[in-house]
């Protein structure tokens, strides 16, 4: 059985990954080998990023839960652009986001049949 901080891992991440690459490319017009370099990763690993190679997830893009992260990705990517926040605060940023928004365990149950377990941090973030 998988457990989120997988799911977070294998599909989330790169998605997050793909989405704050896309804004910085054709937004705000950061060169890939820029974006590369604040993600630190490679430039083809944008590049992958920007033609949908990796990262990509039409369960999330077809969802209407999608314009809501879509949002706050513009956000984040804004901040990155400006060097108001850096791309680590961001991404611990919008992997929140998607938890909150049901993202995350809609990608879940698409990958095991079945909604994710409740984490330990949850009861302390109800509480």
């Not at 033609?51 to 999608?66: A, E, F, I, M, Q």
């Amino acid at each position: 059985m998988k457990i989120p901080c997988e799911i977070v891992v294998w599909y989330v991440l790169p998605m997050i990954r793909r989405e704050v690459s896309k804004e910085l490319v054709y937004t705000h017009g950061m060169t890939q080998a820029e974006v590369a370099r604040r993600f630190g990763v490679t430039d083809a690993a944008i590049s992958q990023y920007l033609k949908k190679k990796r990262g990509g997830n039409s369960l999330v893009d077809d969802s209407p839960l999608y314009p809501q992260f879509q949002e706050e990705v513009r956000v984040s990517a804004a901040k990155i652009a400006e060097e108001k926040s850096d791309f680590s605060t961001e991404m611990c940023r919008l992997c929140c986001v998607v938890k909150k928004t049901g993202l995350l365990a809609l990608i879940y149950k698409a990958q095991t049949g079945s909604f994710p377990p409740v984490c330990g941090g949850d009861a302390a973030d109800e509480a």
